[in-house]
C-alpha cells in the first residue's frame, strides 16, 4: 500500500501562486508515476500533471503548460506542483495519485493510490 497526503491548498487572487505538496510513504517503491488531477465542482476528475520517479520526465495538460511545474524529490518521498498566474478556473479540489505501471500517465484510471484531496479556490 503507497499513502499520499496532500497540503498545500488555500485561497489565492488571479495571477498568484500556490505550491502543492504530496507525501508519500508505504510501498513508494513499487510505484513509477507521481500525478496531479483536479477536480472543479459538477466536473470529472481532470489530469492536470505528472512525473516519473526515475528519470523526472514530465506531462502537462495543455491548460497549465506554462503555468505549473511539477517536480520531485526522491530522497523525501514528496511530489510538488507549483502553480502560477493562477486563473479562477484553476479552482478545484487538487488530488495527488500514484501509478504502478507508468504506461498511460493521462489516464485518470490507471492510478492506483489517491490522496483525499486539497482545495485550491482563485478569485477574480
Known amino acids: 500500500q503507497v499513502q499520499l497526503v496532500e497540503s498545500g491548498g488555500g485561497l489565492v487572487q488571479a495571477g498568484g501562486s500556490l505550491r502543492l505538496s504530496c507525501a508519500a510513504s508505504?510501498?513508494?517503491?513499487?510505484?513509477?508515476?507521481m500525478g496531479w488531477f483536479r477536480q472543479a465542482p459538477g466536473k470529472e476528475r481532470e489530469f492536470v500533471a505528472a512525473?516519473?520517479?526515475?528519470?523526472?520526465?514530465?506531462y502537462y495538460a495543455d491548460s497549465v503548460k506554462g503555468r505549473f511545474t511539477i517536480s520531485r524529490d526522491n530522497a523525501k518521498n514528496t511530489v510538488y506542483l507549483q502553480m502560477n498566474s493562477m486563473l479562477p478556473e484553476d479552482t478545484a479540489v487538487y488530488y495527488c495519485?500514484?501509478?504502478?505501471?507508468?504506461?498511460?500517465?493521462?489516464?485518470?484510471?490507471?492510478?492506483?493510490?489517491w490522496g483525499q484531496g486539497t482545495q485550491v479556490t482563485v478569485s477574480s
Open positions: 495519485a500514484a501509478d504502478r505501471r507508468g504506461a498511460y500517465v493521462y489516464r485518470r484510471d490507471e492510478y492506483d493510490y
Open positions: 508505504g510501498r513508494t517503491f513499487s510505484t513509477y508515476v
Open positions: 512525473i516519473r520517479w526515475s528519470g523526472g520526465r514530465t
